[in-house]
């Protein structure tokens, strides 16, 4: 079975510094991997997707993701944080050509500080 | 506009009440679910439907039942609310490619 796993409850980083979310993965074969960002009080939104290609994928907000294969991981990061993007960071996967659902990590809630 | 619908947006009910929360979807995807969601806290599966008649149940128990009757249509009932079943509800679709698109979430609560 799939898992997701998001090690960290809680990052908090300050305004202007780069932000790291991390997230790894356990999944058979090959992943397609996911974020998603949810404000207070909103649906979650999605921010980016790795399929194939390039290991380094780019999404909306100047966010990105780093594919790693070899450490099963899909850290979510950010050069340079916002106040405005304190926000709950999930992250998510699916077996390529898999029937199967999405399944969540437990998710990041991020705080950037003024 | 291809898009996916949740309603209500917010609800609150009485002990004892049947309630259905409705979600469609304009994108034609084959797959629909249900995730629970505490605020700030993980999702958790409840529901899943691969298409048309198929539907299963979820990683958490819950009392809840749905039905896919057409391809965007996928709506929970609740037979007989509890304040326990407080929590925010969300419904999701996805295509083959597995990125699921979500509605707004239904946050319900069970007075």
């Known amino acids: 079975a799939q898992s997701v796993a998001q090690p960290e409850d809680q990052v908090n980083v300050a305004e202007g510094n780069p932000l790291t979310v991390k997230c790894t993965y356990s999944v058979s074969g090959n992943p397609y991997l996911f974020w998603y960002v949810q404000y207070p009080n909103r649906g979650l939104q999605f921010l980016l997707k790795y399929i194939t290609g390039d290991n380094l994928v780019k999404g909306s907000y100047g966010f990105e993701a780093e594919f790693n294969k070899s450490q099963t991981s899909f850290h979510l990061k950010k050069p340079s944080a916002l106040v405005s993007d304190s926000a709950l960071y999930f992250c998510?996967?699916?077996?390529?050509?898999?029937?199967?659902?999405?399944?969540f990590g437990s998710g990041t809630q991020l705080t950037v500080l003024p | 506009e291809a898009d996916i619908y949740q309603t209500p947006r917010y609800l609150v009910i009485g002990t004892g009440k049947k309630i259905t929360l409705e979600c469609s979807q304009t994108?034609?995807?084959?797959?629909m679910y249900w995730y629970q969601q505490d605020p700030g806290m993980e999702l958790h599966l409840i529901h899943y439907?691969?298409?048309?008649?198929?539907?299963e149940k979820g990683d958490l128990s819950s009392e809840s039942t749905v039905s896919r009757i057409r391809t965007e249509h996928f709506p929970l009932t609740l037979e007989s609310a509890r304040p326990s079943h407080t929590s925010q509800y969300l419904c999701?679709?996805?295509?083959?490619?597995?990125?699921?698109?979500f509605g707004q979430g239904t946050r319900l609560t069970v007075v």
């Open positions: 999701a679709s996805s295509d083959t490619g597995g990125g699921a698109f």
């Open positions: 998510a996967v699916i077996p390529m050509g898999s029937a199967r659902q999405l399944t």
């Open positions: 439907s691969y298409g048309v008649n198929s539907t």
């Open positions: 994108m034609g995807h084959d797959k």
